[in-house]
């Protein structure tokens, strides 16, 4: 089975509205959703989770959906271009795909950009979600 990690933005308002959404729209692998806290804004939470890959996958289904990848052994969260971004930040503006990322120093932390370059989100777990 291949997977592609999700990860879906959210407010603890929207919170039950998102599980239910995320659980309608995708066949979820290994039936959890991981659930995290923003630490800077306890509101936001995001929810990640492995869905099966197949030719119809589509990653709008739920709004405010990206896909990601991570880094298992410092649970770093990143986009290719949150990657890139924080390259060019440790490496005096230089993107060198070849640099040595120190991901001790971005332990439980979602590296993704926005309009302002990279967004830096430090994360807790809130909650596990089992999909039965």
């Excluded at 492995?50 to 986009?79: A, F, M, Q």
């Excluded at 332990?107 to 967004?119: A, P, S």
Aim: aromatic share 10%; charged share 25%; glycine share 2%.
């Amino acid at each position: 089975m291949k997977t592609q990690l999700l990860c879906t933005f959210t407010t603890k308002n929207d919170f039950e509205n998102t599980i239910e959404s995320i659980k309608e729209n995708y066949i979820i692998a290994f039936n959890k959703i991981y659930v995290l806290q923003n630490e800077d804004q306890p509101l936001d939470l995001i929810c990640t989770y492995n869905v099966e890959i197949n030719e119809d996958l589509d990653y709008n289904l739920v709004p405010n959906t990206i896909s990601l990848h991570r880094k298992k052994h410092t649970n770093t969260l990143y986009t290719i271009n949150g990657l890139n971004e924080a390259i060019k930040d440790l490496n005096n503006g230089v993107l060198d795909t070849s640099y040595k990322i120190p991901w001790e120093n971005f332990k439980n932390v979602i590296l993704v950009t926005n309009n302002k370059g990279l967004n830096r989100i430090s994360t807790r777990i809130f909650r596990i979600i089992r999909i039965d």
